[in-house]
T-cell receptor, first 113, second 115 residues
Framework: SAVISQKPSRDICQRGTSLTIQCQVD?????MFWYRQQPGQSLTLIAT?????????ESGFVIDKFPISRPNLTFSTLTVSNMSPEDSSIYLC??????????FGPGTRLTVT | AQSVAQPEDQVNVAEGNPLTVKCTYS??????LFWYVQYPNRGLQFLLK??????LVKGSYGFEAEFNKSQTSFHLKKPSALVSDSALYFC?????????????FGSGTRLLVRP
């Protein structure tokens, strides 16, 4: 399976600021995704990061709040903009590999004060 | 709409005993089903999947799961639990006709294996 790394692994940020999370994969992948896991909750898909085009956002998530870049087949970033305490979550990137599986990075634990 | 239910927030089992973590799903069409495990401060690790064929699928770390179409269930099982199996387990579903890889996750079940 692909090896996925995320930076930073955790951060504490002040409200009103923005944080960019990086996701790096050790092989080229077509499908990359960003998920949010709020404290004690399950995972919710934020968006699909498409290489060479705009990300596809799920209901309840908008580009102004969560801009995503996908400059190539091994890298993507997610920015959490104008943060509030409600944005405190674990943010995970994942990749689709093979016809079925999806593999996840270690996550970025964000705390907004 | 697709959905996944994990009816138990927590499952407690003694080491050496069999364990079952329950999952039921609701989809319109044929599902692809997955189990993931999350250890503290770690990302999700893929355990196993059901795509088609044999209803009993085997995965990592001695886990297996049984697909039951009539009961729309995909319960995770292990014959003999280890303390190191203690973690958060997620069931997920994807429609077979959906090429987007999009996964719908259950709410998670915390497994606690006591020595």
């Amino acid at each position: 399976s692909a090896v996925i790394s995320q930076k930073p692994s955790r951060d504490i940020c002040q409200r009103g600021t923005s944080l960019t999370i990086q996701c790096q994969v050790d092989s080229q992948v077509t499908m990359m995704f960003w998920y949010r896991q709020q404290p004690g909750q399950s995972l919710t898909l934020i968006a699909t990061a498409n290489q060479g085009s705009e990300a596809t956002y799920e209901s309840g998530f908008v580009i102004d709040k969560f801009p995503i870049s996908r400059p190539n087949l091994t890298f993507s970033t997610l920015t959490v903009s104008n943060m509030s305490p409600e944005d405190s979550s674990i943010y995970l990137c994942s990749v689709g590999q093979g016809p079925y599986e999806q593999y996840f990075g270690p996550g970025t634990r964000l705390t907004v004060t | 709409a697709q959905s996944v239910a994990q009816p138990e927030d927590q499952v407690n089992v003694a080491e050496g005993n069999p364990l079952t973590v329950k999952c039921t799903y609701s989809v319109s069409g044929n599902p692809y089903l997955f189990w993931y495990v999350q250890y503290p401060n770690r990302g999700l690790q893929f355990l196993l999947k059901y795509i088609t064929g044999d209803n009993l699928v085997k995965g990592s770390y001695g886990f297996e799961a049984e697909f039951n179409k009539s009961q729309t269930s995909f319960h995770l099982k292990k014959p003999s639990a280890l303390v190191s199996d203690s973690a958060l387990y997620f069931c997920a579903v994807r429609l077979s006709l959906d090429s987007s890889y999009k996964l719908i996750f259950g709410s998670g079940t915390r497994l606690l294996v006591r020595p």
